[in-house]
């Protein structure tokens, strides 16, 4: 099993709208967080004073997260770490699904 860090996380202190004519069609955020690995990744993010969870997948070590907003706001804070594999997850590495998936074993 491969140590890492499989958590990022930024304060990022950006205020986003959202485009009125394309409903929950929020403005997207790049993040300057780069993926590590490739897989599934949960994005928590702080926008208004309220959190929203994405699940991102990323094909790619390097590909940054983008955070599409639903609502217009302040987005303080992101958070992501990986909790799942994809056929281009890394097999030394370990998520939370795996450990799910040997316990029901």
Sequence with gaps: MTTGRLWLSAA???ALSVNASVPLAGEAYTSRLKAPCAGKWKL?????GRYIHRQVEISQPGEPFVFRSPAAGVLDYLLTYLWDRTDKTPKSLWTPMDVYREVIR
Excluded: K, Q
């Excluded at 928590?44 to 208004?48: I, M, S």
């Design 12 to 14: 990022v202190f950006v």
């Design 44 to 48: 928590v993010a702080r926008l208004g």
